[in-house]
């Protein structure tokens, strides 16, 4: 009789540890559901945004921007070469 009911009051311990470990794995996977739901929703938005940027950069006025942008950059380098010859040359004359 007691040794049964040990028996049974293990089997009832048994069950509600398992039935605990069913219900903590039931909202880990419902929380990684979530999770994997919003970088999805992210990914889309990110994808959107490409597509968009790349109808953006067929635009004429994107046309030969690399080349644009190298010659701006360049100019702007011999610009500032320029300045700082003219201020040594300057500093110079003032001695």
Not at 3 to 30: C, G, P, W, Y
Not at 63 to 90: G, P, S, V, W
């Amino acid at each position: 009789e007691v040794q049964e009911r040990i028996m049974h009051f293990n089997l009832f311990l048994s069950v509600k540890l398992l039935s605990h470990m069913a219900d903590t794995l039931i909202f880990d996977l419902s929380w990684q559901s979530l999770q994997y739901n919003r970088c999805e929703g992210t990914i889309s938005v990110y994808q959107s945004n490409i597509s968009k940027h790349k109808l953006e950069l067929k635009q004429t006025q994107y046309k030969d921007i690399e080349k644009r942008y190298f010659n701006q950059l360049l100019q702007l380098k011999t610009t500032e070469m320029a300045n700082k010859d003219l201020e040594r040359y300057y500093a110079a004359l003032d001695k």
